[in-house]
């Protein structure tokens, strides 16, 4: 299926409200067919309306984002939900919603989640500029595929006792200790009980690479490859296992300029 994307927006803050308004209009592969101040007055027209997706906000009086979600009609539309507050993602992502947008919102983020938007529907644009060539390409990997783009930006890990969410953009490195794992940011770390395995496995692909049983490095913090060791743009020096410096020098090697 072809066509444009029919969006919606249900936002009761002016600012944020022109701010969609704006994204939506510099993508030609978008249309806008409705804004709404409030979630009760949405819940009574959207249904008629058939948007493709609505950019719902979570904190609104009388009815919230949540409840909202909670009431409409199935099957619901695709859903990016937008917020100030990252601690409502849980709870929108148990409702089946297909992204969600932190405030304050840029125009590449909100690219990548008209992309998961057109992933779920179905809806390919075939003009010549796209929402998903407006987007960084993503490096191949050693066999030559494009890895398919993480669901989203961040997980969440627990940490004494808490839920915290960490954003893949602000992962240095990954440390495996035993059924830990040590997880290296720009300024701390935190220590969370999960396996190196399984950790692997919420990790976008094309950002991070396995340098060793022991390590996970993000590639954007490789400063220097020197011999059979990383640096890090923290100064961490990680030595490359044996198994792993093929691949690892087949990665570093894409991004050479000679």
């Keep these: 299926m072809t066509g444009l994307l029919r969006c919606a927006i249900i936002e009761d803050e002016p600012l944020a409200q022109e701010l969609l308004e704006k994204y939506i209009r510099r993508v030609s592969s978008l249309e806008l067919i409705a804004t709404f101040d409030d979630a009760i007055a949405a ?3 959207l249904p008629v309306l ?4 609505i950019f719902l906000d979570i904190n609104m009086p009388e009815m919230s984002g949540i409840e909202l979600l909670r009431v409409y009609p199935a099957p619901h539309p695709a859903v990016v939900m937008t917020t100030a507050n990252p601690n409502h993602a849980l709870d929108g992502f148990d409702l089946g ?5 932190l405030k304050p919102i840029t125009f590449d983020r909100f690219l990548k989640s008209v992309g998961r938007v057109r992933e779920k529907t179905g809806k390919q644009t075939t003009r010549a500029t796209t929402v ?13 595929t494009i890895p398919s783009l993480s669901f989203t930006d961040f997980i969440y890990l627990k940490t004494d006792k808490k839920l915290e969410q960490i954003r ?3 992962i240095v490195f990954v440390e495996a200790l035993g059924d830990y794992v040590k997880v290296f940011l720009m300024d701390r770390y935190v220590v969370t009980h999960l396996t190196m395995t399984k950790l692997a496995e919420s990790l976008p692909p094309d950002r991070f690479l396995r340098i060793n049983r022991s390590y996970i490095v993000q590639l954007r913090y490789i400063k220097t490859l020197d011999g059979n060791s990383v640096i890090t743009s923290t100064g961490h020096d990680l030595t490359i296992g044996p198994n792993y410096r093929d691949s690892v020098k087949e990665r570093i090697r894409q991004w050479l300029i000679t």
């Design 43 to 45: 819940f009574d027209q």
């Design 50 to 53: 058939h948007p493709d997706v």
């Design 97 to 101: 919603v297909t992204d969600y947008l």
């Design 132 to 144: 998903m060539e407006a987007l960084p390409t993503p490096a191949t990997d050693a066999t030559g």
């Design 168 to 170: 893949f953009d602000e």
